[in-house]
């Protein structure tokens, strides 16, 4: 069975820092693209990264590019996400996402999110 | 980035009644355009990809279609579980979410 667990989320002051994780189970970690969505509180879904499935490619919607960056390990099975210069509008739940093969961001599988709060 | 706009925001259906969910794409994606569905407190579920090809386990109620800019959505009969937001999904980006009820 397939399994997203993210992790790394919390309160964090603005401008600051975070890294999220995501340890996945059940499949070929190493065959899949992945995703990073959030979902502000009350609000809808951001795309926000995507990584090839050997992390030779990586895209960013433009509200995160340069603040944020999507990595990977396929040894550990693990999907990261680290967040730079945090603001206020980045507090939200933050999905990890496994992409299906051979449909462009499809979103097959998600984890149950990890919370982060921006706040002083 | 590519901006999708999905219509109406919210709607109110009566069970058993065709549900129509449209999303148009500020330029054109091809097929690659994927529906969800949120309920309260859940992660989203796939429901479409390609525009048109139904997920696995998806019931045959729902169904979309189109190509390029414009794109839709149907349930063919409204059942009280599908009481859910819809999102479509272009290039990674999201519509802005159908919040469907029931009359």
């Known amino acids: 069975e397939v399994h997203l667990v993210e992790s790394g989320g919390g309160l964090v002051q603005p401008g600051g820092s975070l890294r999220l994780s995501c340890v996945v189970s059940g499949f070929t970690f190493s065959g899949f693209w992945m995703s990073w969505v959030r979902q502000a509180p009350g609000k809808g879904l951001e795309w926000l990264a995507n990584i090839k499935d050997d992390g030779s490619e990586k895209n960013y919607v433009d509200s995160v590019k340069g603040r944020f960056t999507i990595s990977r390990d396929n040894a550990k099975n693990s999907l990261y996400l680290q967040m730079n210069s945090l603001r206020a509008e980045d507090a939200a739940i933050y999905y990890c996402?496994?992409?299906?093969?051979?449909?462009?961001?499809?979103?097959?599988?998600w984890g149950q999110g990890t919370l982060v709060t921006v706040s002083s | 980035d590519i901006q999708m706009t999905q219509s109406p925001p919210s709607l109110s259906a009566s069970v058993g009644d065709r549900v129509t969910i449209t999303c148009q794409a500020s330029q054109d994606i091809s097929i690659y355009l994927n529906w969800y569905q949120q309920k309260p407190g859940k992660a989203p579920q796939l429901l479409i990809y390609?525009?048109?090809n139904l997920h696995t386990g998806v019931p045959s109620r729902f169904s979309g279609s189109g190509s390029g800019t414009d794109f839709t959505f149907t349930i063919s009969s409204l059942q009280p579980d599908d009481i859910s937001t819809y999102y479509c999904?272009?290039?990674?980006?999201f519509g802005g979410g159908t919040k469907v009820e029931i009359k």
């Open positions: 999904q272009g290039h990674g980006t």
């Open positions: 390609d525009a048109s």
């Open positions: 996402a496994r992409e299906r093969v051979a449909a462009r961001v499809a979103l097959e599988y």
